[in-house]
């Protein structure tokens, strides 16, 4: 079936290092990917998403790469903040149910220190 | 526009008691979606709404859980009687067809989730 594999954290980072967070996944056919993020005391936000392979999702400096040929949505960012500080969620639209139903990975937890 | 609002933010409960969440979905969002995630692991599909009804509920765990959305609006999902493995946190979501129809995703927004522990 489909699902969605991402490293294990938690990550933690001194601010202003690079980030790469890995996601694979399994699905047939063509989904829509998705990373989502959950920041302390808050719901899940979408953070970026790619429809078709190729495609790049980017939002505050987060950027993914959409990559068929290796089936993997890294997330990555040049220059971390201590406000960028969250659990981080890579997701997957399941392509043959119209319900949009998603399947998500177990999340990352990503902490960036001064 | 408000978002996806849940109650309680945290409720804690004994073992054999009964437990209802309420979600209020985005006003005219069709799509209403439970999810779960149970201590560190992945978020669970549970169930999906179109309106009032039950499009989906092949995630639903057990008949312990039941969840209604009377007159397509808001949602309940009551569990009865609560497991010690019902503890997580349970996120709603909704979403809107037509921004699907625009985006080419279907993209969800949610709620900040009801921490449930059962003891």
Redesign the interface.
Known sequence: GNS?TQMEGPVTLSEEAFLTINCTYTATGYP?L?W?VQYP??????LL?A??ADDKGSNKGFEATYRKETTSFHLEKGSVQVSDSAVY?C?L?DPY?Q?????????TELSVKP | EAGVTQFPSHSVIEKGQTVTLRCDPISGHDNLYWYRRVMGKEIKFLLHFVKESKQDESGMPNNRFLAERTGGTYSTLKVQPAELEDSGVYFCASSQDSDRRRSGANVLTFGAGSRLTVL
């Open positions: 969605v829509s998705f989502y005391g808050e719901g899940l936000q979408l998403k429809t078709k969620f997701a639209s149910n319900g949009g139903k998603l399947i998500f990975g177990q999340g």
